[in-house]
């Protein structure tokens, strides 16, 4: 046995791999010895925030996760759902903040790679993907080069692998200024009863390696210290991925080729700290010893060192444990495909997690505490202070029509169709709502009638002053945009972006948010069946604002009565769907606070999800029923900017008329959550107070409050405004900000 | 009138699937014996200055600027 | 009628040409792999969009040079009938079956949406269903459609009345020269464009403009 | 092994959508007195062989079927 790999284990090198002292002290105690260098750097991939989760695992347990259309919760490579028929939903959201902050483009494609991968792993075909993205502010010097290479990269990842980008989220705030997030989503199709999971099965299995060659992309920071031995190193190496698309498109075909014969008894993609963390997942899972031996492993740089190729980050490569007898089958496949396949390894009964390195042994540790035994914290939290509802009555007052024409040609609640128009949101031919509506829907291959719809949604400033409200309305909303096209939310992914949590007040953001989404996921039927968390994302001790991004997937029976948020014909009644006949009250938070007055102060609009479930069934009810026109939710901007959002979808005017108050722009701008819009055939009179009276049977407020016509929008108290006035606004500000 | 060509490549260690698949395609056609394949980008640029060692200074803030992503590619200015 | 469809690495509009040409043909398309050297008997030869190869080095340069593609060349020499659509379009120029280049779009983005687009040419097999001058929906979505050619070309193909569609009413949405969307051979057998007739051919695609070009080139009867 | 770079740009008179916009973009970025833009390719290639003549003749070879659309572009080849 030789282990040393001559590289001394200094206390620097181990700083140096974010290994605190009592957790290398932790290494000593499960090994009865000093870790190899490799060894160390296997430890640092498994233990670090990324592979163990150590200061969320605690937290997130408490999250709802199961359901009785939950096939597979958080665990695998993604989450998969029942959608009947024998079919299943496989998806996953995950970031890729830090990379795109260093290398927009590539950071933002292979974020968008990694996703796909994870999705494709479990044997279904990606069908759809979303991303959401944040920035700084708009003036910041680097905010525009951000969007420019991130959308660019999301784009030339997605389009040419071939799923069309159905949804998404893009917002500023000077929070994200030295911290952009991109989060990517993915879903796939799959027979339900041919999923693929990682969990390694029989011994002395053939581990094989497939896909791309192993370079030292992503060997980051630690191996910086390898430069003092490679005297070859003529400059510092980029630790950048770069994504290959065409390669990740073959392996996409190759795994489902090969799937169909067989041949996969468990398959895993590699991801961050690729064959590390793939193989002994595969092992672990399966009570298994992994046995790799590297010389076989397929390279496109020379003189790799074992510590290299276990931490390379290289994209579009897999795992898998073969059946034998399928060896030459599957070969063939990947060779079709132009793609490496190699045999790099095999399972063992002996539970350890050996690696061979040109005749020698470089690192043999126990598969199972490799991961089971990782750190786990319970880091110190507070309470983040709830805020008093500030008094606004002092602020002067504007005119609505004023206040509407700049929110909806402002830099956060503008179009975003500058983005969405350089992504392929129709490839597959079977987008039934693109980018633009309240949420992507896709129809499902192969059945007449049903459609599968995909929102993301979180409201950063509603979790940073109330985390636990917040994460309840992260969830809320995106449950509402399914609801509103007419979709029956099944299952959500998240993505938890927060700051430090080594810091108490972060901790506290953490705990609260996903309180809160376990809270309303509870209430609403809706599980978390994976996610993914990013943290440390701060600068120069500045966090960005919290932000657990919630990916919902809703099913629809019948998409030829899903509804759309276009005004549908002139002349129908508008209804508000509400709590109560306030209509409108909470201003603190909202949308209108933050760009008309610069206020930040105040608590998010509650969230009260007894009533959010009332309102999202009547609404689907509704819609099932083909009874409405058009449905759309209200969110940022309240009502006056809903309304617009409906008229500019379809070029038809409205007129709004309902009780106001003396100061009407709560009514008009409040964020009061669980409201709708919808609109019925007018002339339709029997229908109309049917509608209304089953919503007051079931508790909820149906007021009639305008009615659709004419080429302009007319708010109370306030001027027209011509719909052509209102998406020239509405369309101006990203190209005029970016081109 | 200054003439300057700036070569752009990628560093080390960088994947290129251009090149790899430029490789591949050479193989397909019948070309033996071709080992590694790099992809670069070159820029033709017309300056209007007489003053040659402006110029060059000029290039390279250029490259470092907006031609080059420096963070995978090197770069080299030439003037002809 | 009998149809195939090519099949390279890469392209990723071929399960939705499938299924548009099943649709409206009837019957599914044979299919036919980038290292096969003869393609069957067919009445219609289609290369669909996506990103051959990754299109590195030039969009559809390193799929024009495939096996397969010398066999749709000698079928195209007999007269066969093949259409090539986005990508398709940009392998049948790297391949020389039809005239000029395209470029990388003018705005450098990749861009989706839906264009406008004038039949230019009523008369040839691919537009026989159409009305000279009519304009229809047709969704695009592509990096590099900026259609260039040289002068001469140029006014060989706009002389000749191979210019078969055009971006109409101001939509051009890439630069391209006359605002050339589609162009077929001197023969008029070999066809190639830039948008995507296959993903508006049914209602869930909101409408089905695309559907005659696939009815005439399939030549059913109406 | 014989080193090579082949440098392909496009012929005079065909439009540079990317040269066009680097022009625009210097200009934005505050760069004065840039004239005409024109974008290419380099390819660093190599070859295992040891005769130049015949390694120029098969880059120019691999030029003329692949690496060059000679309907619009130019091709150069050079030994290191
Ligand atoms: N990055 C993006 N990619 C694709 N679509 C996006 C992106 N950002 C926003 N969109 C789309 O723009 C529309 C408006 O977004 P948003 O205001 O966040 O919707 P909502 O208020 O309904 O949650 C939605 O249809 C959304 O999917
Ligand atoms: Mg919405």
Not at chain 1, 293 to 305: G, N
Not at chain 2, 33 to 61: M, N, P, T
Not at chain 3, 57 to 65: K, N, Q, S, T
Request: charged fraction near 25%.
């Amino acid at each position: 046995m030789t282990l040393s790999n001559t590289i001394p284990i200094t206390d620097e090198l181990i700083a140096s791999h974010g290994l605190k002292p009592d957790e290398y002290q932790r290494i000593l105690d499960l090994i009865g010895r000093e870790p190899s260098f490799t060894e160390l750097g296997i430890f640092s991939a498994m233990w670090n925030e990324h592979c163990s989760y150590k200061s969320s695992k605690k937290w997130l347990k408490t999250l709802p996760t199961s359901g009785p259309r939950v096939i597979q919760g958080p665990g695998e490579n993604a989450g998969v759902v029942d959608i009947g028929d024998g079919q299943a939903v496989v998806f996953k959201m995950e970031s890729h903040n830090h990379p795109s902050y260093i290398e927009p483009y590539q950071g933002a494609a292979t974020g968008v790679g990694g996703i796909l991968r994870d999705v494709f792993t479990m044997g279904a075909r990606p069908i759809a993907a979303m991303n959401a993205l944040r920035f700084g502010a708009p003036d910041h010097h680097k905010t525009q080069h951000l969007v420019a290479g991130v959308v660019a990269g999301v784009g030339g990842y997605g389009n040419s692998f071939g799923v069309p980008t159905v949804g998404g989220e893009v917002e500023f705030d000077p929070s994200y200024n030295g911290n952009c997030l991109v989060n990517a989503f993915a879903a796939g199709l799959a027979d339900s009863d041919k999923i693929f999971l990682s969990q390694a099965k029989g011994v002395g299995l053939p581990v094989v390696y497939l896909g791309a060659k192993t370079g030292r992309d992503g060997v980051g920071g630690a191996t910086m210290a390898s430069a003092e031995f490679d005297d070859d190193i003529e400059e510092k190496r980029p630790t950048v991925q770069v994504g290959d698309p065409f390669t990740e498109k073959c392996l996409l075909e190759a795994c489902l080729e090969l799937m169909k014969t067989g041949a996969v008894i468990a398959i895993q993609d590699m991801g961050a700290a690729g064959l590390t963390c793939s193989a002994v997942e595969m092992g672990a899972k399966g009570d298994l010893g992994i046995e790799l031996d590297l010389d076989a492993v397929p390279v496109r740089e020379e003189r790799m060192s074992a510590y290299e190729m276990m931490l390379s980050e290289s994209q579009e490569r897999m795992l898998m444990v073969l059946r034998p007898e399928k060896e030459e089958e599957a070969e063939a496949i990947f060779r079709k495909w132009g793609l490496d396949f190699a045999i790099v390894g095999k399972t063992t009964d002996d539970l350890r997690f050996r690696v061979l390195h040109q005749g020698e042994e470089v690192a043999n540790l126990p598969i199972k505490e490799l991961g089971d035994e990782a750190p786990e914290y319970d880091r110190p939290w507070v309470e983040s202070p709830k805020a008093a509802l500030p008094d606004f009555s002092a602020l002067p007052a504007i005119d609505p029509a004023d206040a509407l024409l700049k929110l909806v040609g402002s830099a956060n609640l503008s179009s975003r169709r500058w983005v969405w128009e350089q992504y392929d949101t129709l490839i597959q031919g079977n987008s039934l709502q693109r980018p633009g509506g309240d949420a992507g829907v896709v129809r499902v291959e192969g059945h007449e009638t049903k459609a599968l719809a995909f929102s993301s949604d979180v409201t950063p400033r509603y979790v940073e002053a109330d985390p636990y409200e917040g994460g309840k309305q992260a969830v809320a909303e995106c449950w509402r945009n399914l609801c509103a096209t007419g979709a029956l939310p099944l299952a959500a992914t998240d993505n938890l972006n927060f700051g430090n949590p080594e810091r108490p007040e972060i901790m506290g953001q953490l705990v609260g948010a996903i309180k809160g989404i376990g809270e309303a996921c509870r209430a609403l039927d809706f599980p978390i069946v994976s996610g993914n968390v990013s943290l440390y994302n701060e600068t120069n001790g500045k966090a960005i604002m919290p932000t657990p991004t919630i990916g919902g997937v809703g099913l629809i029976d019948d998409w030829a009565k899903m509804a759309r948020i276009g005004f549908a014909a002139e002349g129908d009644a508008i209804l508000l769907v509400c709590a109560s006949n306030m209509w409108g009250t909470h201003l603190a938070q909202s949308a209108y606070m933050r760009d008309m007055h610069e206020r930040r102060d105040g608590p998010p609009p509650p969230v009260d999800l007894a009533h959010e479930r009332k309102a999202g069934e009547f609404v689907r009810d509704a819609i099932r029923d083909g009874r409405i026109t058009a449905c759309h939710d209200l969110s940022d901007g309240g009502l006056a900017v809903a309304v617009a959002e409906m008229a500019m979808a379809s070029g038809i005017g409205a007129a709004i008329s309902l009780p106001m108050p003396t100061n009407p722009t709560p009514v008009l701008f409040g964020e009061d959550q669980g409201r709708y819009l919808l609109t019925v055939p007018r002339a339709d009179k029997e229908l109309l107070r049917e509608i209304i009276d089953e919503g007051a049977a079931r508790g909820l407020v149906v007021a009639w409050i305008g009615e659709t016509g004419g080429s302009e929008l007319k708010l109370p108290g306030t001027r027209a405004i011509s719909v052509q006035e209102l998406k020239a606004r509405h369309e101006s500000w990203f190209p005029e900000f970016m081109d | 009138m200054i003439k300057a060509r700036v070569t752009v490549t990628l560093k080390n260690g960088v994947l290129d699937p251009q090149g790899k698949a430029i490789e591949g395609a050479l193989g397909t056609l019948g070309f033996s014996g071709v080992g590694h394949v790099r992809q670069g980008k070159v820029f033709d640029i017309e300056l209007e200055s007489a003053d040659r060692a402006k110029a060059e200074a000029e290039l390279k803030a250029m490259c470092d600027k907006l031609l080059a992503n420096t963070v995978i590619e090197n770069y080299s200015v030439e003037l002809a | 009628m009998k149809s195939a469809v090519i099949l390279l690495p890469g392209l990723n509009r071929d399960r939705d040409m499938i299924a548009a040409l099943t649709k409206i043909g009837g019957t599914a398309p044979l299919t036919v792999w980038q290292t096969d050297t003869e393609i069957p008997d067919v009445d219609l030869i289609v290369i669909p969009g996506g990103f051959s190869y990754g299109d590195y080095l030039r969009c559809g340069a390193i799929a024009a040079r495939m096996p397969v593609m010398r066999a749709v060349a000698e079928k195209a020499a007999k007269g066969v009938t093949v259409m090539g659509v986005c990508n398709g379009f940009q392998i049948l120029l790297e391949a020389g079956l039809l005239p000029g280049a395209l470029m990388r779009n003018a705005s450098l983005k990749f861009v989706c949406r839906e264009v406008k687009l004038e039949i230019a040419n009523a008369e040839t097999r691919f537009t026989s269903r159409y009305e000279k001058g009519q304009v229809i929906r047709c969704p695009i979505a592509h990096h590099d459609g900026n259609y260039f050619a040289d002068e001469a070309t140029l006014a060989r193909i706009e002389g000749e009345g191979q210019v078969a569609f055009r971006y109409g009413e101001g939509t051009n949405p890439n630069g391209s020269l006359n605002d050339i969307a589609g162009i077929v051979n001197a023969e008029g057998n070999v066809l190639g464009m830039m948008p995507h007739p296959e993903n508006l051919i049914e209602d869930a695609h909101g409408g089905t403009d695309g559907r005659a070009l696939f009815e005439a080139a399939l030549g059913r009867a109406a």
